[in-house]
């Protein structure tokens, strides 16, 4: 029985030839490396008709011999299984954290094993397209291919988009009445609603609108929703946006609400409008910088 007594020598060993191990390859490995120095995978087919990837000299299945037909593979091909090394060590194919991964190429029946780059265990998963990264120098080697990457499937592209809207006739009066610090609303004479923005006819009842109505800047927040995207008119983020049914006013209108925690906005919160500074005003609805709780009790909707 081995002892357990801690002053048991130990002598550590070391297999290795230092000019290196030198065999011949044969037809079927000899020609799927000479394939890898030129920059393709090959497999060899079977009397049944799979194909083998890395070749072998017979069948695994029935242990016959395999045909003299090779086939180019891949060179993409997909994640069966994998394991992901942390720290490697001397010898690994990388620097770096990667995955050793059965890789099936397109085309074969079997998989082989070879490192993914993948950056991040998080991007690893069966199923996981990759492709072949091959060294710039090639000798007939397994490492000439380096190791394999995954496939190009996003990309994040910056955009920006800057364009002129001439308001038309109702657009442009509300805008006005906001430069000055009003909300200008209208009513319909038909059915007596009161829409804001200001608008030419009833969405209701189609007829002309040419009533005016100043509206007050005080209303109620009807919904709401929390967002965690940044925007730059935002306070901050998480912030909320929400309808608020200015008083008077029969249709909500889209806004901010700031000046509160977004997970403290609720349904019925009183709020006013939160504007500019006059020198700063503009014709535009950044003049209100969002609407903030005035305090007051809540409303039941």
């Excluded at 799979?50 to 242990?63: A, F, H």
């Excluded at 720290?87 to 990388?94: A, D, I, N, W």
């Excluded at 995955?99 to 998963?125: C, F, S, Y």
């Excluded at 109620?220 to 006013?249: C, H, K, M, W």
Aim: proline share 9%; net charge negative; hydrophobic share 40%.
């Amino acid at each position: 029985m081995p002892s357990s007594d801690p002053t048991t020598l130990r002598a550590r060993h070391t297999l290795e030839f230092p000019g290196g191990y030198t065999r011949t390859t044969g037809p079927v490995i000899g020609r799927f490396l000479t394939e890898l120095r030129d920059g393709r995978v090959v497999g060899v087919r079977t009397a049944a008709g799979r194909t083998l990837v890395p070749p072998l000299e017979y069948d695994p299945d029935t242990g016959d011999a395999v045909t003299e037909e090779f086939v180019e593979v891949g060179p993409a091909g997909t994640v069966e299984s994998w394991a992901w090394v942390n720290t490697p060590r001397k010898g690994h194919p990388l620097d770096r954290p990667f995955a050793w991964a059965l890789i099936r190429l397109d085309g074969a029946d079997t998989a082989l094993v070879h490192a993914v780059d993948a950056g991040d265990v998080k991007a690893m998963r069966p199923g996981l397209r990759v492709r072949p990264r091959w060294r710039a120098e090639r000798t007939g080697h397994i490492t000439d291919i380096e190791s394999f990457v995954p496939e190009v499937t996003r990309i994040v592209s910056e955009v920006r988009v800057e364009y002129s809207l001439r308001p038309g006739l109702a657009l442009a009066r509300f805008l006005q009445g906001v430069a000055e610090g009003v909300l200008i609303g209208c009513r319909c004479g038909g059915c007596h609603k009161v829409y804001v923005p200001y608008r030419l006819s009833c969405p209701e009842c189609g007829v002309p609108i040419t009533e005016e109505v100043v509206v007050p800047d005080t209303g109620t927040v009807t919904t709401f929703a929390i967002n965690n995207l940044p925007d730059p008119r935002a306070p901050e983020v998480p912030f909320v946006s929400a309808y608020i049914q200015l008083d008077g006013t029969d249709i909500p209108m889209i806004a901010l609400v700031g000046g509160i925690a977004a997970h403290e906005v609720r349904q019925g919160m009183r709020v006013r409008a939160v504007w500019v500074p006059e020198e700063e005003r503009t014709t535009s609805m950044s003049n209100i910088k969002w609407f903030a709780p005035t305090g007051e009790p809540d409303v039941e909707l």
